[in-house]
Every structure is written in C-alpha cells, then in structure tokens.
C-alpha cells in the first residue's frame, strides 16, 4: 500500500484543523504557508473531504474550513479511504497460493486496524508535543 501527497497532504489539512478545533475557520492559506504547501493543491484536496462530510466550508473575510465533527470522532481511516479509496495491500490476492493470500489478508486488516483506531485527535496531540519540545542547553 502506498499514500500519495493526496493522502499525505489531506492529513496534514486535517491535523491542523483538529489543532485548530473550536476556535473558529481557518483559511487553506494559512495551512499551505505553515506547512510548505501548494495552496491551489490542497483546495484539490479538500473538495473531496468536504463531499465526504469531514469538513466544512465558512465563507467571507473570516472564513475558511472547519471540522464537520469532534476531531476524536474522525480516524485516519476516514481520510485515507476518502482520499485514496479502499485500503488494499496487494492486486489479485485472491490468486496467490494461500499462505501469502492469508499473509497479505493480516498486514492488510493490521493497517486498517491502525488506521481505524488513530483519531485526528491523537494525532493532533502527537503533533502539538513535538512543536513543543525544548532542546537542552549545555554548558561547558
């Protein structure tokens, strides 16, 4: 399995959103800058995470895109399949030989699994602490 910048980049809209959550719309712009991004290529981007639902469009001088729901409510899994569409780990599983059919089933279900249970929560979270690490200063 393989994610593009699609997949990629749509995670990042959406982690920053979460960070973002409750506090009002925030414009693509300010995602693109803060993140090195193409604007024009997250609006892309963002049309069909808007279809799905996930978000929200607020326009006018202050507006932007919000969370259509709590980021804890929202898994990678919801982004990447509507980014990327089924989640598949291998074509034409079902003519290998059944022990590397039954392989290729397990690391397909554990990649599901992991993205079904990781929420734009979390990820929000592990975002936030590594912004907020404080290197050490050493003195000789």
Known sequence: ???????????????????????????????AQA???????????VSPL???????????????????????NITAGDIIRTLEGPIRLVEGIEDEEPAKRELWIRIRDAIRDVLDQ????????DSDEETDETGYMFYI
């Open 118 to 125: 990781t929420t734009l929560s979390d990820l929000a979270d």
């Open 50 to 72: 808007r279809n799905a639902g996930l978000v929200k469009s607020v326009r006018g001088a202050r507006g932007g895109y919000i969370l259509s729901r709590n980021p804890e």
């Open 35 to 45: 993140n090195g991004l193409s604007e024009n290529y997250l609006e892309q981007i």
């Open 1 to 31: 399995m393989k994610i593009s910048t699609k997949g990629r980049y749509g995670l990042t809209i959406m982690i920053e959103l979460a960070r973002n959550y409750g506090e009002g719309p925030l414009p693509l712009k300010s995602i």
